[in-house]
Structures are given as structure tokens and as C-alpha cells.
């Protein structure tokens, strides 16, 4: 049977299920809906359509329309199963009508990700947001595709998980090759010194630092983390101590990372986001742009922090008296760098005032109830198998889910080098011994910039923060 053939025999049995639907929507909007202009709306854009493909045929655009408006009012009843069944009609109708790869189908992929994740059909939101890729390919915008590939990452990163920690650890995989995509594409795009190739770079840093989170969860993430590494990498980049890693039996296909106290397991990895903050300072160097020469100099002492680096004090020093060069007032650096600042940052700003109104969105979603209290951001986990990483965020993300979560209130001490301690549970919502294990243990874990006067860092106590942990089930 030729191709053809097939989408118009597909498309007439997907036809004939919609109409014996439609038999029962006047029974069922009369039900669902106590207003009868509904059903009669509904029951004209059903005459209208089986009218116009009398007319013209199966496989009429004229088709189109029609199929928006019933998509339209069933939107008012939220009934999504039968928004899913037309828009894989409007679907094959603008197939058939414009090509299987046309850019004009990108807003109709996007809507129908939308019914999908309000359904719960996870695996159908992956194959959709791999079309909108495919498609977006053909884009005279080669920036569509670099959005594409983005939002089909960070769907792997978080809404895409799927069940269990194996299948996390895969979907991660995913994405960091996804990610790795983006930086090539960028840089065929923009050329590798561009600013323009900032954001991706600071990309692929922040995914450095979801792995190398992944990889130190002490609740499910690190195992199945680090199966799929060595299967991707092979083991050698987990070695940071002279003994290296052991080697388990063959049949269990895994290794133990044998590390130095205090040391990270897979610390080469940060060292490789590093690596990406320097090739941003080096762009900025070249175009003369101090200012935000001097914020990737602060990230990247960030990232050495993380790592738990003396050193980036003095690059943070550094940085304050090329911004004071720059010709930014010094208060509003003692601003910026007298807050404690949860680390790393999600989003790169190349300039302070960004980075400060940054600082004060964050701290405005949430403060506790004393007014006189110290206090950081809330900290929402990526998952409860790694409650100690940062939720990853996106830019190109167009849909939103609601996610549910364990509300715990914490207090803690910041010492000087940015390490948490001293961790207290204030109040838990609901309040479950998991929850509270899961949030102490991770916040003890975090790691913050301290706030600083005179380039030193500066002890606090008694800091408050809620921490948001996804209710999910494993």
C-alpha cells in the first residue's frame, strides 16, 4: 500500500471514531454542561464540518476550521481525550495539505503537548515535542531550531522523568546529548565567539552540575547515575584520588568511585562547566564588555566553590574591582555581594542590575513570618531521588505544570566559605519523617556564596528557607 493510501485509510478509520463520538456529545454536553447554547454550538460545528466534507472531502483544509472550533468548546468542558482525537485530525488535514514537515505545524504540536501533559500521555508529549525538532529544522529562523532542541531537553530534564530512578538517569542522558547538540548548532550559527553563545554555554555548565548532583544524591539518583555515565563515558572521568574507582563484577556493569574526603564524585565534570564560564569571559574580554566580563568571573567562582575552592574569593575580589572599573557604583556591589546567594545561579545575567533583580525575585516569593528574620530563596529540588539539585529551568518551556510539593521550613547556619550546618526543621506541610529527612540531609548539602565585606566571606546564623520537594511516586 503506498503511502498515500495509508494516511488516507488512517485518517478515514480516525474519522469514523470521531463521528460515533459525536453521536453521544449532545447526551454528554447536556450533562456536562448546564448551558444548552454549548451543545447546540457544538452540534453546528459538527454539521458544519460533515457538510464541508461532503463537499470537498476527506482531506480538505476547509476541514480545519470547523475542528478549531469544536477543540474551542471542548476546552470549556476541559475535556481532553476529545481534544486529542481532533487534533490528530487537524494534524493529518494540515499534513496532508501543507507537507509532513512544514513549520506551520509547530503551533499545533504545541497544543497538542498541552492536551497531552493535562491527559497524563508523557510518552506522546516526547514524540510531539520531537516533531516540533523535526520541523523546526525547516525554519528560515535557525534560532527556532536551537528553541526546539532546548525545550525537548528540558522536557527530558524534569516533565519527560518517567517512572523510577533508572529511567530519570536515562532521560538525563538524553538530554545532555540534546545539550551537547545546542552548543555545536550555536556555535555553526553564531561562530564560538560570539556573545550570542553565551546562554548555551552557561547551558551545558548547569548541566555539568545537575550530573555531577546526580552522581552525590544519597537518595536513588547516584546509582542508576552513574550505571549510564560509565555506559556514555566509560569510568576514567569519575577518577579524582590516586586509587581511582573499583571495579564491580563484570555481571553487575557498574563501578564504586573511590574518592578523597571532601572531594566530589565526577569533580571533573565541574571543572569542565568551569571550562565553558572561561570560553563566556573570554568572549566578553574580546568585545571590550568589562562589565560582563566580570559577572562570568563571578560565576565561575561560584562553580569553584561548589567545589569547595578557597580560591574563588579571590576571583570574586577580582571581579568587584573590574565592576567598580566598569563604572558600577559601589553600593550597588556591596548590594549584590552582601547577600547570601544560593549556588550556582540558574540563568547567566551578563550585567549586576540583572543579577540584583534576580536576588530581589527570588527573595520576594517567599519570606517567614518574623519581619526582623535572616533569609534566602526558597530551594525547590529536581526530584526526591536528588533532593540536594536545583530544579532545572528554561527559557523556551512553554507549558507549565503544577507540581505538588512537601513544604519544609528550615533554619541553618552559613559559614564563611558558603557550607551549611546547624540544620533545624522549623515546620513541615505535611509533615512526614521522609520529607524532613529528605530536606535536612540535602540542605546540608547546599552550598551558598556568603555575603562578603572586604572580599572576605561573612558567618551567618539563624537563616531561614523553605524547601519545595516534589511529591512524586517512585
Not at 550570542?196 to 550530573?211: D, E, F, G, K, T
Request: proline share 5%.
Amino acid at each position: 500500500m503506498k503511502y498515500a493510501d495509508l494516511i488516507q485509510a488512517s485518517a478515514k478509520r480516525l474519522w469514523l471514531s470521531i463521528c460515533v463520538a459525536g453521536l453521544a456529545i449532545s447526551a454528554a454536553g447536556l450533562n456536562a454542561a448546564e448551558d444548552s447554547g454549548w451543545v447546540e454550538q457544538m452540534q453546528s460545528q459538527e454539521e458544519a464540518l460533515a457538510e464541508l466534507e461532503s463537499l470537498n472531502g476527506p482531506f480538505d483544509s476547509s476541514l480545519i476550521e470547523p475542528l478549531q472550533a469544536m477543540i474551542r468548546l471542548l476546552e470549556e468542558q476541559s475535556d481532553y481525550e476529545r481534544i486529542a482525537e481532533l487534533q490528530e485530525r487537524q494534524l493529518a488535514l494540515m499534513r496532508t495539505n501543507l507537507g509532513l514537515e512544514n513549520p506551520q505545524l509547530i503551533p499545533l504540536l504545541e497544543d497538542m503537548v498541552l492536551t497531552r501533559i493535562a491527559i497524563g500521555e508523557f510518552d506522546e508529549v516526547t514524540d510531539n515535542l520531537q516533531m516540533i525538532r523535526n520541523v523546526s529544522a525547516n525554519d528560515e529562523d535557525p534560532e527556532v531550531l536551537l528553541r526546539a532542541i532546548n525545550t525537548l531537553a528540558h522536557w527530558y530534564l524534569t516533565g519527560g522523568a518517567g517512572e523510577g530512578s533508572r529511567r530519570r538517569a536515562i532521560n538525563f542522558f538524553e538530554a545532555r546529548e540534546l545539550i551537547e547538540d545546542l552548543e555545536d548548532a550555536a556555535e555553526e550559527l553564531y561562530g564560538e565567539d560570539d556573545p550570542a553563545m553565551v546562554p548555551w554555554l552557561y547551558s551545558s555548565a548547569m548541566n555539568a552540575y545537575q550530573l555531577v548532583g546526580l552522581l552525590n544524591s544519597e537518595d536513588g539518583a547516584s546509582g542508576p547515575t552513574i550505571r549510564e555515565l560509565v555506559r556514555h563515558d566509560g569510568a576514567t572521568r569519575l577518577r579524582t584520588s590516586a586509587r581511582g574507582f573499583s571495579i564491580n563484577p563484570l555481571w553487575s556493569s557498574t563501578v564504586t568511585p573511590v574518592i578523597e574526603e571532601g572531594d566530589l564524585v565526577g569533580e571533573l565534570y565541574l571543572r569542565q562547566g568551569i571550562g565553558k564560564i572561561d570560553d563566556m569571559a573570554d568572549i566578553y574580554e574580546a568585545e571590550g564588555n568589562l562589565e560582563a566580563q566580570a559577572m562570568a568571573i563571578i560565576y565561575r567562582s561560584d562553580f569553584q566553590l561548589l567545589m569547595n575552592r578557597g580560591t574563588a574569593f579571590s576571583r570574586y575580589r577580582d571581579a568587584q574591582e573590574m565592576l567598580l572599573e566598569a563604572g558600577i557604583p559601589a553600593e550597588r556591589i556591596d548590594l549584590f555581594f552582601g547577600r547570601p546567594q544560593l549556588l550556582p545561579v540558574s540563568r547567566f545575567y551578563p550585567t549586576l542590575e540583572e543579577a540584583i533583580a534576580h536576588q530581589d525575585a527570588e527573595l520576594a516569593s517567599w519570606r517567614p513570618e518574623q519581619e526582623d528574620a535572616i533569609y534566602v530563596a526558597p530551594f525547590t529540588a529536581w526530584d526526591q531521588a536528588a533532593p540536594n539539585v536545583r530544579e532545572p529551568v528554561s527559557d523556551t518551556a512553554f507549558w507549565a505544570v503544577e507540581n505538588d510539593y512537601h513544604k519544609v521550613d528550615l533554619e541553618f547556619r552559613i559559614n564563611s566559605r558558603g557550607g551549611v550546618s546547624g540544620v533545624d526543621i522549623l515546620a513541615a506541610e505535611p509533615d512526614d519523617r521522609r520529607s524532613r529527612r529528605l530536606a535536612r540531609n540535602a540542605a546540608r548539602e547546599l552550598r551558598f556564596r556568603p555575603p562578603m565585606e572586604e572580599g572576605r566571606g561573612q558567618r551567618l546564623r539563624d537563616v531561614q528557607m523553605r524547601f519545595l520537594l516534589p511529591r512524586r511516586d517512585d
